[in-house]
Nanobody
Framework: QVQLVESGGGLVQAGESLRLSCTAS????????MGWYRQVPGKEREGLLC???????????DSVDSVKGRLTSSRDNAKNTLYLQMNSLKPEDTAMYYC????????????????WGQGTQVTVSS
């Protein structure tokens, strides 16, 4: 059974950094595009970044301005792990952060992702 497990969230102060991880199991990780999303209660899940199976990163229009220059994503296929480096965190970055997997290509549609993690909470205090 495929599992995606996020980790690395927590409570930080504004201006600090966090690195989230998403580790996949029972998944041929290298064949999957891996994306990062976040969600605040009462709002739609927002796409952040996605890395295609061949390593190209895509930013999603609905978040690119709010995260530009502060969030980067990387993947380590040998460790079946996706990372999200978040710098200069702001209180508005407070959300549950999710990773998702889709075969080969990234997509801007949540419904097209095959697998989702349970999320890791990030809280940024002012």
């Amino acid at each position: 059974q495929v599992q995606l497990v996020e980790s690395g969230g927590g409570l930080v102060q504004a201006g600090e950094s966090l690195r989230l991880s998403c580790t996949a199991s029972e998944l041929l990780f290298e064949n999957y595009a891996m994306g990062w999303y976040r969600q605040v209660p009462g709002k739609e899940r927002e796409g952040l970044l996605c890395i295609n199976w061949y390593g190209s990163t895509t930013g999603y229009a609905d978040s690119v301005d709010s995260v530009k220059g502060r969030l980067t994503s990387s993947r380590d296929n040998a460790k079946n792990t996706l990372y999200l480096q978040m710098n200069s965190l702001k209180p508005e970055d407070t959300a549950m952060y999710y990773c998702a997997a889709r075969y080969r290509q990234c997509s801007g549609s949540l419904s097209e992702y095959n697998y989702w993690g349970q999320g890791t909470q990030v809280t940024v205090s002012s």
